[in-house]
């Protein structure tokens, strides 16, 4: 089915609820009516956008409908702590493939060294100090002579700490999933309302 006739047949779901709206698309988010023919459109606050449920960066193949306004507002805000967790789950180790998404730090003879954590081919964990996330000084003091008497390890990653923003994520998924899947007869029910203010909530904030 090519993306107008998957238009096409949005807005013929519409229809059914009110005759007047066959030709307009209404944003399974925010709400606005807007015409079809606004698919691709220029105009960055009227457009209808098509958006990956999941993002394309992940694997994510299915996508959506939504008015190119909530798409810059929140589409890819929402998603961003989804992404760090489904690689997280996906990459067979538990430390995300890329280092810079985990804090790992080793304290060892006072000296502080950032680097990552990753699980070496025999299985052992190993840790990787990076000179550049750290302070040159300590790390060339501290390879000069790599003895400690005591190693201490500090880690985390940025996705736990914003669990918050992780649920939306999913939820917006979720939300893109079920429109289209079961249309606006499902999205559009009053209970969904709540799930529709979290996706759209501005109040998001993210810790790094
Ligand atoms: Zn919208």
New binding site residues.
Partial sequence: MTKNDYLYEITQELARFDADLLGRFR?P??L?DLPIENFGSADADNAISEEHIIPCSIGGKHTTF??K??NSTFGHRQTKWLVDWIELNEGGAPFPKDPKKQKARIIANGRKLNGSMYLGDDGALEFYTDRERSNPTDFDAYWRNPKPSEIKIEYSMPVFANEDALRVGYLTAAYGLWFKNFGYSFVLQSKLNRVREQILGSGLTTNR
Avoid: N
Wanted: net charge positive.
């Fill in positions: 944003c988010t925010c606005r939504l008015c306004r909530c």
